[in-house]
């Protein structure tokens, strides 16, 4: 069973909007976000997976790579323990599966592959002009 749970993406319109969530599978006294940095990676057809946006937990500090910035909102809700990327203005160029990522416990944010510790299943984004 996957540790997160993502979910939130379809088939959108290029200049539509989605928000994409991701949650633990296990409750709080097995799973704690605190202490890392959550992130969104993605795959498009035929590349390499590739950070997208992150957030540390505890402070809600955030970054973001170049080609999102101004369109993409990573935020985290404590109280529900849960991760979200808002999508904003999407392109036919964000179609890919969109995966939950979580760091190793006090590393930075997790911008290669292997600095993840965690992912969720992917959740599939597609945009069409």
């Known amino acids: 069973q996957a540790q997160l749970v993502d979910s939130g993406g379809g088939s959108v319109q290029a200049g539509d909007s989605l928000r994409l969530s991701c949650t633990a599978s296990k409750p709080a006294s097995e799973w704690t976000f605190e202490g890392y940095v959550m992130a969104w990676f993605r795959q498009r057809p035929g590349k390499e997976r590739e950070f997208v946006a992150g957030i540390r937990w505890t402070d809600a500090t955030t970054y973001y790579v170049d080609s999102v910035k101004g369109r993409f909102t990573i935020s985290r809700d404590k109280g529900k323990r849960t991760l979200y990327l808002a999508m904003n203005s999407l392109k036919s160029e964000d179609t890919a599966v969109y995966y939950c990522?979580?760091?190793?416990?006090?590393?930075?944010?997790?911008?290669?592959?292997?600095?993840?510790?965690?992912w969720g299943q992917g959740t599939q984004v597609t945009v069409s002009t």
């Open positions: 990522a979580q760091s190793f416990l006090g590393a930075g944010f997790p911008t290669r592959i292997d600095a993840v510790g965690t």
